[in-house]
Each structure stands twice: as C-alpha cells, then as structure tokens.
C-alpha cells in the first residue's frame, strides 16, 4: 500500500494542470465556448468552464458533470472530445444533439461516470465494450440513435466489473440487436 501526500502547494498545482487539461479540452471542442468566441485556450487565464451553467465542479475545480450546450453546434462529433481530459467526471448528458459518428472507445478512461445520457441523437456503429469497464455506471441511456450491432457485446464486462447498473434504455435503435429487455431496472 503506498500512501501519498501532497503539500498544499503541490496540491494546488495538480489542481492547476487538472483544471487547464479540463479546460483546453472544452475550449478545443468549442461546444461550450459560444460566450467566448475568441478565446484562446493558452493566453486567456480568466475562462473558468466551471462558471458555465451546463458544467459543473468538484470543491477543487475539477468538472465532473458535463450536460449539453444550451446552443448546440451544428453536426457535433464525439470523436473530438478529448474523455482522457475529464478524470473526475460522474456524469455526461449530451441528449438531442444531433450527434454523429460513433462511441468512441476512450470513453473507458471515465472511470467515475456514473451517468451516461446520448439518447435521442444520431450515433452510428456498435456499442464499444469498452462501455462495459464503467464500473460506477449506474445510468445509461443510448435510446433514439442509430446504432447497430449486438448490445450483449458490452453486457458482461458491465457484470463483471459489478457496475451498480439500475436503468439502461437502447430502445429507438432499429438496427441494433437488443437484450431480452429494453429498459432494465434491478
């Protein structure tokens, strides 16, 4: 067992880098900069995301819920959000968005993600297994898109890493091969 300890001022660094990490990836994005269209993400210190009401912070800073931008952008991807940036992320609501393309698989670097909403969208492609190694998912709504393939796929790896699991809906997905259930509720 090793144990850690940060002084204050080590604290605060760390909290620094996680917060411009955070904050460089949502500015790249440019979903949640319409307020500050002109900003650049290394010379502009006084953009602070976690004053942005679709975001949300922990007590140090660091964003763990993202909902969607009030003003959508148009043919939104998220292949371009950078996941690995978000380390303390719980919960991610990008509904009825009109997002294309498909679940990137990095979506496994979520670890503390407790709440997963992409429904009513216009995802393609299989769900990633990768879905299945987030262990604290206790939502996830994938309904109304355009996804494909077999939804077992991820189901195990989401029974075995014991994820708390209480509501999953894939329901609107024509092509897309479903459990036994539509909605599931233990």
Request: glycine share 6%; aromatic share 10%.
């Amino acid at each position: 067992m090793a144990i850690i300890c940060l002084s204050h001022t080590e604290e605060t660094t760390f909290r620094d880098v996680a917060g411009e990490e955070e904050k460089h990836a949502l500015i790249q994005y440019k979903w949640w900069n319409y307020h500050y269209s002109n900003i650049d993400s290394h010379h502009n210190d006084s953009v602070v995301p976690c004053e942005w009401e679709e975001i949300v912070c922990n007590e140090l800073g660091s964003i763990t819920q993202i909902w969607r931008p009030s003003i959508p952008p148009q043919q939104p991807r998220l292949v371009d959000l950078n996941f690995t940036a978000f380390p303390n992320l719980e919960r991610l609501g990008l509904y009825g968005m009109g997002l294309v393309g498909s679940i990137p698989t990095q979506i496994e670097t979520l670890r503390n993600l407790t709440h997963l909403y992409f429904f009513d969208n216009n995802l393609t492609g299989t769900i990633p297994t990768q879905i299945g190694s987030l262990g604290s998912l206790i939502h996830l709504n994938l309904s109304y898109n355009k996804l494909t393939g077999e939804s077992q796929a991820f189901l195990p790896h989401l029974l075995i890493n014991f994820s708390p699991l209480e509501l999953m809906d894939l329901s609107g997905n024509k092509d897309l091969v479903k459990p036994f259930f539509q909605l599931w509720v233990l």
